[in-house]
C-alpha cells in the first residue's frame, strides 16, 4: 500500500561512533523511498552534529536534524558494565518531546540496519488502532520468555505472551503520550534494575502490553535466524520464503557485518555503505583473520593469566602447609 502523505518523519538514535552505520542506513532508505515522498530524520543524540553525517542522495525536500532528549540520570537507566549499549540506547523512550502535537506518526529505525524496501509502505500501514507497529522477536518465544527478559517475565501473569522487537516500530504518538509510555517505561526499568537484560526493549513491552500490532516479518528481518542457536525456522514455510526478500535487514546481535566476514547480511551493508562513502568500513577476509587473530590472543593471555595466578596460589598454599609441618 503506497503512502497518501507528501512526507515521513524517520527516527533514529545513534552517538558519534555510530556515524558510519547511521549514514549507510540513511542512504539506504533514500536510495529505495519513493522520489516524491520528503524524509523528515531526526537523530535523538547527545553528541552527533548533522554536519558529521554522510547522506550522498539526500533528495532536496528531505531534512536532517539532531535532537538531544531530557533523560534521566545512569542511575534510573541501568547499563551494565558488560553492555554493548549505552544511555543512548534509552533515547527512543523519550523520543516524542522531539517533536510538536502537528506530527502524529513517525517511523523509529535503528542504526544498525538497511532498508530495502519503500518506506512509504511501513509509514502508511494501518495500526489498527493500536499505538505501535512492530515485529514480533520470535528468539524471545523460542526461549519461552525466560532467558532474556526475567524481568518483564516477573512483571506479566502471562510470560509467553508475543513479544515484539524494538528496532523498528511504526508509533502513534498521539496515542502513545495519551497513554504515558515514556513514564510507564522509565518506571519499569527504575523498579527492575539489576534484573533487565533486553533493556528499552523490555521497557517498552511491558509498558505498551498488548496494545501493538503485528507486522510482516519482512519489515525487521532480524540477524540470528540461521546460526546454530536456531536449527529450527521460526515461521512458517511459505513466510520463510517470503523473508528472502526482506524489505529491512536488521544487524540485531553483537554480530555486526563491518565486525564479521562471515555476517549473513554482509552483501547489503556492503553495497550501501560503499554507497554513503564508508566504503573502509566494508568487512574483508584479511580484516575479518586479524579480528579472529586478535580475539583468540585475548583469549589466551586471559587463560593463562588465570592459570598463572591459580598457579601462583597453589605455589603459596603449599608453601604455607610445608612451613605448617615443620613448625610442628
Not at 524494538?166 to 504515558?180: E, H, P, S
Request: net charge neutral; proline share 5%.
Amino acid at each position: 500500500m503506497k503512502s497518501t502523505s507528501a512526507a515521513i518523519h524517520l527516527v533514529t538514535a545513534a552517538d558519534a561512533g555510530y556515524v558510519p552505520y547511521l549514514s549507510t542506513m540513511l542512504t539506504s532508505v533514500r536510495h529505495n523511498l519513493d522520489p516524491e515522498v520528503c524524509l523528515h530524520v531526526t537523530v535523538l543524540t547527545r553528541d552527533l552534529e548533522p554536519g558529521v553525517i554522510r547522506w550522498p542522495n539526500r533528495g532536496p525536500g528531505d531534512s536532517l536534524r539532531s535532537f538531544a532528549p531530557d533523560i534521566p540520570p545512569d542511575s534510573v537507566l541501568p547499563i551494565g558494565p558488560n553492555d554493548h549499549l549505552t544511555i543512548d540506547t534509552y533515547h527512543r523512550l523519550f523520543l516524542e518531546s522531539a517533536f510538536d502535537e502537528g506530527v502524529n506518526r513517525v517511523v523509529y529505525l535503528d542504526a544498525d540496519l538497511v532498508v530495502l524496501g519503500d518506506l512509504s509502505d511501513l509509514a502508511a500501514i494501518d495500526l489498527g488502532g493500536k499505538t505501535v507497529g512492530a515485529v514480533m522477536d520470535f528468539a524471545i518465544r523460542r526461549w519461552g520468555g525466560s532467558r532474556t527478559c526475567e524481568a518483564l517475565k516477573s512483571q506479566r501473569r502471562h510470560a509467553d505472551r508475543s513479544y515484539f522487537n524494538a528496532g523498528v516500530l511504526v508509533i502513534d504518538l498521539d496515542a502513545w503520550r495519551r497513554k504515558r509510555v515514556r513514564d510507564s517505561a522509565v518506571h519499569f526499568l527504575f523498579e527492575n534494575q539489576g534484573r533487565i537484560h533486553c533493556w528499552d526493549q523490555d521497557a517498552l513491552n511491558h509498558a505498551l502490553g498488548g496494545d501493538w500490532c503485528e507486522l510482516d516479518p519482512r519489515w525487521n528481518r532480524m540477524c540470528y535466524w540461521e546460526r546454530p542457536e536456531f536449527p529450527d525456522p521460526p515461521f512458517s514455510e511459505d513466510v520463510m520464503e517470503s523473508l528472502s526478500t526482506p524489505n529491512i535487514v536488521h544487524f540485531t546481535g553483537r554480530r555486526k557485518p563491518w565486525n564479521d566476514d562471515r555476517h549473513e547480511a554482509r552483501s547489503h551493508f556492503d553495497q550501501y555503505v560503499t554507497m554513503a562513502g564508508f566504503g573502509s568500513h566494508r568487512m574483508t577476509w584479511l580484516k575479518g583473520r586479524w579480528l579472529d587473530m586478535k580475539g583468540w590472543l585475548r583469549e589466551r593471555r586471559r587463560r593463562y593469566t588465570l592459570r598463572g595466578a591459580v598457579r601462583r596460589i597453589k605455589r603459596v598454599l603449599l608453601g604455607t602447609a610445608i612451613r605448617a609441618v615443620v613448625l610442628l
